[in-house]
């Protein structure tokens, strides 16, 4: 394994507010990253720094071994699609896949097609005039079928209805299996990207608080729910991340369980349930709690 | 900060292209859609030439005297219609910059990419059009006038009619470069600082005409700026244009190395 991303102590300050603060972390080659924050939160800063749009303040960022700023022969295996691209004023979708190949050596053009297809994308039509789910398509045809080793979506689906974002997904994971290279995705529907995640990385007000492999994440906390005196004899001296209760009932979030924990827990007529990493990142972000930073 | 590692990617994977081929691919970036690259100038110019037309037969229509016409024909010379063109090419000048830099951004291009293919894209299509504008001032000169006295080509501006073609291809290149390189320096300087960068570009250039205007009042030099205007004519002023041109393609490069396209 090799970092094609590597990141250490990345700071980007705009006047008074720190977009990215002091960030560290690296990427593997061929693995799919979720960037997870609140909105505001530093992840297309942070993706504009990775791609050389923007500049660092301070830190040192290293793509494929490398500056990104002005550096042709990095970005050549960078593609970068945010949500908020802009298009030239008179252009339509198929100017967009005419040009595509002179910018991306790998482009796939029988890709594109069958996406256009998939996502029933009007080429013809002046994409000032296009659907706001019509204008992600044209992201996120261009992010698969440019096949860049490192491949950047930022919030890429805003306005595409379920069965697009299903297509996205569909087709993200047979070309990834096909044609392995590294992918992070900035998303705010966790739940519905959660299974393609191999590692996430939680960023809020511009500080990164996860940088985890998927899997542990997922086992890293569970809700135990049972009888207020059950659930609060079983959480002694565990470290709770939430809890909230009606009457007699209680649902306490814990960190990690043992198999010998989740045993005493069945044992005490307790139900446990996975956290998801919707809820994770919604406890990690949504209040001063912050105690799954060091847990997880 | 030296926790970072030697480079060891798979090479093999990561392409390296040579600069020549990016700034071309800005180029065909630039001219992708043809209709408005190609079509629409022209479209313009035959519009204004068709109006243009229409006044002439009715100016020559309505006079009958010998004399009045050939007065007729002095004014025509200072036919500033093909102003509109030039404004046109503003317009694609700024736009280069304002849209297509982020677009080409978004396609993983240096802003040094971007801006060498921009400035080669401006240069050929400024011969492009200026080459149509010398073929349609030398017929206009042949047929005298398309046949009714008028005059919108071969102008005073652009050397009257007695100007060789090579002088008026110069010209007419000229005024088109400075149009495209201004208007891309501008937009330039609003990727770069937004409405405060617009703010101070204007607001400077106000103050050095007022501050020029005040110099030359209280200096008591305004016959020597006329006779600096009469002495370099317009096809001189054009080319001393190619003075600014000059300068909004060199700052422009460097207004747009450290700009980032926002939202």
């Known amino acids: 394994m090799s970092a094609v ?37 530093g992840k297309t800063t942070l993706m504009q720094l990775l791609t050389g749009q923007d500049f660092a303040t301070r830190g040192e960022i290293r793509i494929f071994g490398e500056h990104p700023v002005e550096n042709s022969g990095v970005l050549k295996n960078v593609c970068f699609i945010k949500e908020s691209q802009r298009y030239p004023d008179d252009f339509k979708p198929r100017h967009v896949f005419t040009s595509a190949p002179w910018f991306f050596p790998n482009w796939d053009a029988a890709l594109a097609e069958r996406l256009i297809a998939d996502f029933r994308l009007p080429l013809n039509r002046r994409i000032k005039k296009l659907s706001r789910g019509q204008l992600s398509a044209i992201g996120v045809i261009v992010g698969l079928a440019s096949r860049a080793p490192l491949t950047f979506f930022d919030e890429p689906y805003l306005g595409l209805d379920a069965v697009a974002r299903q297509i996205f997904y569909d087709r993200l994971l047979e070309d990834f299996g096909e044609h392995p290279r590294t992918v992070i995705l900035s ?14 990385l939680v960023i809020d007000e511009g500080k990164l608080l996860i940088d985890q492999d998927a899997e542990t994440l997922r086992g890293s906390a ?47 007529g307790l139900e446990l349930s996975p956290v998801s990493l919707q809820q994770l990142v919604v406890r990690l972000t949504g209040s001063s709690q912050t105690a799954l930073e060091q847990s997880a | 900060m030296s926790t970072l590692t030697q480079p060891t990617i798979d090479e093999a994977r990561i392409d390296r292209p040579g600069g020549a081929s990016n700034i071309l691919a800005v180029v065909r970036l630039h001219l992708v859609n043809r209709y408005s690259v190609f079509a629409v100038p022209w479209m313009i110019m035959g519009g204004i030439f068709v109006v243009n037309v229409a006044i002439w037969w009715i100016i020559f229509s309505s006079i009958s005297s010998e004399a009045d016409r050939a007065d007729a024909r002095d004014g025509l010379e200072f036919s500033g219609a093909l102003f509109y063109i030039f404004v046109y090419m503003l317009v694609l000048g700024i736009q280069a910059v304002a849209f297509t830099f982020p677009f080409a951004l978004g396609f993983s291009v240096t802003r040094r990419d971007f801006w060498l293919g921009s400035a080669l894209t401006f240069i050929g299509l400024s011969a492009v059009y200026s080459a149509g504008l010398t073929v349609l001032a030398a017929i206009e000169v042949a047929t005298d006038g398309w046949g009714l006295g008028g005059s919108m080509f071969a102008t005073f501006y652009f050397g009257g009619a007695d100007a060789s073609w090579i002088e008026r291809f110069g010209l ?25 960068g617009m703010l101070v570009l204007f607001g400077t250039l106000a103050l050095l005409l007022v501050a020029g205007i005040a110099l030359a009042s209280f200096t008591s030099s305004w016959p020597s700026v006329w006779a600096w205007f009469g002495s370099n004519g317009p096809s001189g002023v054009i080319a001393w244009s190619l003075v600014p041109t000059a300068i909004a393609a060199i700052t422009g490069y460097f207004i747009l190395r450290r700009a980032t396209p926002k939202n």
């Open chain 1, 187 to 200: 998303t705010h529907l966790i739940d519905e990207v959660s299974n393609l995640l191999e590692h996430v």
């Open chain 2, 172 to 196: 007419y290149f000229a005024a088109y470069l400075f149009f495209y390189f201004v208007g891309a320096a501008i937009a330039t300087i609003y990727q770069r600082w937004r409405n405060n």
């Open chain 1, 5 to 41: 991303v590597e990141v250490s102590h990345l700071t980007r300050r705009f006047g008074e507010t720190t977009a990215v603060d002091d960030v560290s972390f690296s990427v593997q080659k061929n693995t799919i990253h979720g960037l997870l924050g609140r909105n505001g939160a």
């Open chain 1, 222 to 268: 569970t809700t135990v729910v049972g009888t207020r005196q059950g659930v609060d004899s079983f959480v002694v001296g565990r470290e709770v991340l939430h809890r909230e209760g009606i009457g007699g009932l209680a649902s306490v979030t814990v960190g990690r369980l043992t198999p010998q924990d989740r045993a005493r827990a069945t044992e005490m």
